[in-house]
């Protein structure tokens, strides 16, 4: 519904093109040998693995050992400079995705000098709803020079990208913390939102949350009037939007995050407060360091560390 909500509001009216292209009529099998990994493709806008072994356990759409093929269904501009996607598989098995958790995703570039093929990988983290049947949707900030981004850019409905995962960044579960405080830079709102709707959609958690959100401009803010839907209709939900360059008719903050905006927009310092940020190197820097070399969580420095927060109140995606 919330893909179908967005395409509306791009002036795109995908309804019927997603029902007209959702034929169930599954032909015979094609197996696609791809490197080390095996995937099968059905004549249907759906495509799913059904490499596993059949030991009653329930089957995922997602295999962290092997490159799957997803089928891309449609696309929508969500913003000047962003796109979403939405990747469909076999409605009758889970995608396999935990909250929060990331994919890895590669596109073939070339070959090497010994003639085999050379891919560019990246990890993104579906917005959609993990127990959605038959599709994720990720949105990907598309750059100039972003070799991933303009492969995905250049898609069109039918094309299929490989997917291996899921990547567990951090197990959330309901209730964990009293209030969860996020700071999000740009695209960096994608594993917020995984939470935020985890959160949301589960009437028996509590969880406060506070997001201090981050960008250049008002027109970079990712699903802004999803956001602002959410807020409006959940009283546990707060948002602060802040813009390096406002519109004269901007209400919302100027500026990089600071200190001032995170005591008054997030929960002080405590046993029941978590701090989550993701966001581009430098704001990284500003906010709490970056991740170490070997991308595990390294120390706590910038404002958080300067305001009182120790390392195991943040967790850095």
Not at 145 to 172: C, N, T, W
Not at 290 to 305: E, F, N, P, V, Y
Request: proline share 7%.
């Amino acid at each position: 519904m919330f893909f179908k909500r967005l395409a509306k509001d791009a002036w795109i009216s995908f309804g019927d093109r997603i029902k007209s292209d959702s034929r169930f009529r599954f032909g015979a099998l094609a197996a696609i040998s791809g490197g080390a990994s095996t995937y099968y493709i059905f004549s249907s806008p759906n495509l799913v693995y059904l490499d596993q072994p059949n030991d009653g356990a329930p089957k995922v759409a997602l295999n962290p050992d092997k490159w799957i093929g997803f089928k891309l269904q449609d696309k929508v501009q969500a913003s000047h400079n962003s796109q979403l996607f939405r990747f469909t598989f076999d409605p009758s098995v889970k995608l396999g995705l935990d909250v929060a958790s990331c994919i890895i995703t590669r596109a073939p570039m070339g070959q090497n000098a010994e003639g085999n093929t050379k891919y560019v990988i990246r990890p993104y983290t579906p917005i959609s709803d993990p127990d959605a049947k038959g599709y994720f949707d990720l949105l990907i900030k598309v750059y100039p020079e972003g070799k991933m981004s303009q492969h995905f850019a250049s898609l069109k409905p039918g094309d299929v990208v490989e997917v291996k995962g899921p990547i567990e960044k951090l197990r959330y579960s309901p209730n964990m913390k009293k209030h969860i405080g996020m700071i999000a830079g740009g695209s960096g709102i994608t594993p917020m939102l995984q939470i935020i709707d985890a959160i949301l959609k589960n009437p028996d958690d509590n969880t406060q949350v506070s997001l201090l959100y981050a960008n250049v401009s008002p027109d970079d803010i990712l699903l802004k009037k999803k956001l602002d839907v959410l807020a409006a209709s959940n009283p546990n939900l707060k948002i602060f939007y802040t813009v390096d360059n406002p519109t004269k008719d901007w209400l919302g903050g100027k500026g990089y995050i600071s200190k001032d905006m995170v005591v008054k927009g997030l929960p002080s310092p405590s046993d029941d407060t978590f701090i989550l940020v993701c966001g581009p190197p430098g704001m990284m820097k500003h906010i709490s360091g970056d991740k170490a070399k070997d991308r595990s969580q390294g120390q706590l420095t910038g404002i958080l560390k300067e305001l009182g927060y120790t390392e195991d109140m943040v967790y850095k995606f």
